[in-house]
């Protein structure tokens, strides 16, 4: 199973930006589903973007799209999530996770995702 550690969240103004990023480590597959997932308070966890580290273009879910950038360092096996224009509703907790099921244009099912980091805190403030 890879091994992934989200950093990077923190406390900030609505408007303001953040640079998320996802460290794996321990994978066996030459290419993994990557998903940025966030779960806010007494809500379900929802998929944001996913990407297909083989390459590709990154999938982005209509209400983040334009506001949220999947990257990744694929020397440094590190995906990032840069979030622009925060809102108070994007507080949540973020999750990186990984699945073998190939991605395209969409985000496989929850279940799908075999790997997940411990997440890191994104809180917004008025």
């Known amino acids: 199973q890879v091994q992934l550690v989200e950093s990077g969240g923190d406390s900030v103004q609505a408007g303001e930006s953040l640079r998320l990023s996802c460290s794996a480590s321990?994978?066996?597959?030459?290419?993994?589903?990557m998903g940025w997932f966030r779960q806010a308070p007494g809500k379900e966890r929802e998929g944001l973007a996913t990407?297909?580290?083989?390459?590709?273009?990154?999938y982005y879910v209509d209400s983040v799209k334009g506001r949220f950038f999947v990257s990744q360092d694929v020397s440094a096996n590190t995906l990032y999530l840069r979030l622009n224009s925060l809102r108070a509703e994007d507080t949540a907790m973020y999750y990186c996770?990984?699945?073998?099921?190939?991605?395209?244009?969409?985000?496989?099912?929850?279940?799908?995702?075999?790997?997940w980091g411990q997440g890191t805190q994104v809180t917004v403030s008025q």
């Open positions: 996770a990984a699945a073998r099921t190939y991605c395209y244009k969409q985000i496989p099912p929850l279940s799908d995702f075999e790997s």
């Open positions: 990407i297909w580290t083989g390459g590709g273009s990154p």
């Open positions: 321990g994978h066996k597959s030459s290419s993994y589903c």
